[in-house]
């Protein structure tokens, strides 16, 4: 054999047979940041390259451009060859930090040699560093003489997608974070009221917005049609409940000659008693601070005079 052929046959034997990034997670995740903060469309690569401050023929670029295809961040197309971000890599860079932290956990598994790692040592200690992990990749298909980069990016990958939070010896999936809700769901103010009163005769519920005022908002519907008879009923109960709540305002009143909606006894909203009534059920400016609501109170009597809570019939006035 010629010492050119014997050449070949070491690149070969040297050649990984299994697929894994020389970046780590992170430095893939800067590709997408780019291609985001330049507006978002596909970019070539030396436009890409140009804006962090590298050369796209160079070493760490290619890296890093094969690394972010590799974990699925970017995706280059046909034809154009212009790198675009994918649906996960749009997931990674999002506000929302459950929604990285799931991106993150799924774009590690992407990798086929940590994929590899993850469903071979599953519940099960990692093989000792350096020599045992290292022995596995080559195991599964990565070259001998490539073994410790490999090992490098899989350790900081693996820490970066939260895959070693409970130690480096073992690989265990990392939990999504449950967001803090950030507006009111259906029925809320509702729920709430009806929860509190099961507990105790007497119970004083606190919250930012007055009780009536959450159960009107959580009535809006979520979609059309929403008729001009509800939407003025519905108006006409949310300005009642801002007097109630905050007190009668100077030049802010009902519609001359209206009426309350029926559950309200369907009385004439412009008259002296109905305003007497109003006035009357301004708060106590000692508890305006925390918005307090005692259940054991009963409404004004323009309400019916009944609990203060649940709302009794709410629910049927937008009914059809």
């Known amino acids: 054999m010629s010492e ?47 804006r962090m401050g590298q050369k796209p023929t160079s070493g760490a670029f290619t890296t890093k451009v094969s690394a972010a295809r590799m974990f699925q961040l970017v995706e280059v197309q046909p034809g154009s060859g212009k790198i ?21 956990a799924e774009a590690f598994l992407n990798v086929e040699l940590y994929r590899k790692l993850y469903d071979e040592f599953r519940n099960r200690h990692l093989p000792p560093r350096p020599t045992g992990l290292e022995q596995a990749m080559v195991g599964f298909g990565v070259a001998p003489k490539q073994r410790t980069n490999a090992r ?65 908002i959580d009535k809006l519907p979520t979609e059309g049609p929403f008729p001009a008879a509800k939407r003025e ?22 519609p001359p000659g209206g009426r309350a909606p029926s559950f309200l006894g ?23 601070g925390a918005r307090a609501m005692d259940l054991s109170q009963p409404a004004p009597r323009f309400a019916g005079g009944g609990p203060a809570a649940p709302i009794p019939g709410v629910d049927s006035e937008f009914e059809d």
């Not at 010896?169 to 509702?190: C, E, F, K, M, Y």
């Not at 119970?203 to 917005?209: A, S």
């Open 4 to 50: 050119a052929d014997h050449t070949e046959v070491t690149v070969a034997r040297e050649r990984s047979t299994i697929e894994f990034p020389y970046a780590d997670l992170s430095e893939a995740t800067g590709i997408v940041r780019v291609i985001h903060q330049s507006g978002g469309l596909p970019m070539d690569r030396d436009q890409i390259a140009v």
């Open 84 to 104: 675009a971000i994918t649906p996960l890599g749009h997931e990674l860079i999002s506000l929302d930090e459950a929604r990285q932290q799931k991106a993150r």
């Open 152 to 216: 490098y990016a899989f350790d900081r990958s693996a820490k970066q997608a939260g895959y070693f939070d409970h130690g480096p010896d073992r690989l265990v999936a990392p939990v999504a974070i449950t967001p803090h809700p950030t507006v009111s769901t259906p029925a809320t103010g509702l729920a709430v009221a009806q929860a509190a009163q099961m507990s105790a005769a007497s119970v004083t519920v606190e919250c930012q917005l007055d009780g009536v005022i959450v159960a009107l």
């Open 233 to 254: 009923a519905w108006l006409t109960m949310m300005a009642m409940a801002f007097d109630m709540a905050y007190g009668p305002e100077p030049g802010v009143r009902p």
């Open 266 to 288: 369907g009385a004439p909203m412009d008259t002296p008693a109905m305003q007497e009534e109003v006035r009357a059920a301004r708060p106590d400016p000692a508890r305006q």
